[in-house]
């Protein structure tokens, strides 16, 4: 261990003070009490320097074991910060429903929700495969049951329940006034099946398919 600067001196001091007492005996009780004060200084020294020392290492150690626990801490700040936030979606059965509706003129339903009170038409392919069906002006909407057949003498079949929203179908064209007032609601069925109701090949809509032997 290296040894303290006082250290030496006292050494030093004791060292001339021994050789005078040999050479002046009456001189011991002097030299005596300074080694004894110089010692007593060194020793006071040597304790205070140990004690700072000691603490100092301690502080040092304190801070070493401290960085892995606050390394550990920031780790886990990090991992709550990256935990994922729990939102609740919107159920996709609800947010379909709340969308409106787009409204048509015409809609094809069972004919068990047909009101009983509804009219029931039957199209014949021996009249062109044209038919007409006549309303009083302010009816709507129109319950319909329509049917098809290929004669007069031939079996009808069934082309659908329908509602006819006859106010929508007269602005957008569709339909024709009659000239006893009333409304006309033309219908045709094609070589392939297709019913469609309307004015003409240009001006109609499709609502059904029937085929007839």
């Not at 001196?9 to 030299?31: H, K, M, N, V």
């Not at 068990?112 to 495969?129: F, K, M, S, V």
């Not at 009659?178 to 469609?196: K, L, M, N, T």
Request: aromatic residues 6%; hydrophobic residues 35%.
């Amino acid at each position: 261990m290296k040894q303290d600067p006082l250290n030496q001196i006292t050494e030093l001091i004791c060292g001339i003070a021994d050789r005078c007492i040999r050479l002046i005996p009456g001189s011991y009780p002097f030299f005596r009490y300074m080694c004894g004060l110089l010692h007593s200084v060194s020793a006071t020294d040597a304790k205070r320097q140990a004690k700072e020392e000691s603490a100092g290492a301690g502080f040092i150690n304190k801070e070493v074991d401290a960085g892995p626990v606050l390394a550990r801490k920031a780790d886990d700040a990090g991992l709550e910060s990256r935990e994922p936030i729990d939102v609740d979606p919107e159920p996709i059965g609800e947010a379909v429903a709340s969308l409106p509706r787009s409204p048509h003129p015409v809609e094809k339903v069972p004919i068990d929700e047909l009101p009983a009170e509804r009219r029931c038409w039957t199209g014949n392919d021996a009249n062109r495969r044209n038919y007409h069906g006549r309303i009083p002006e302010g009816e709507n909407p129109v319950h319909l049951e329509l049917h098809w057949k290929k004669n007069g003498k031939a079996p009808r079949k069934l082309v659908g329940g329908f509602i006819l929203d006859v106010a929508a179908l007269a602005k957008e064209g569709y339909l024709t006034q009659d000239s006893s007032g009333g409304i006309r609601i033309r219908f045709i069925r094609e070589s392939d099946g297709y019913v469609y109701i309307g004015r003409g090949s240009d001006k109609r809509i499709p609502i059904g398919k029937v085929v007839l032997a």
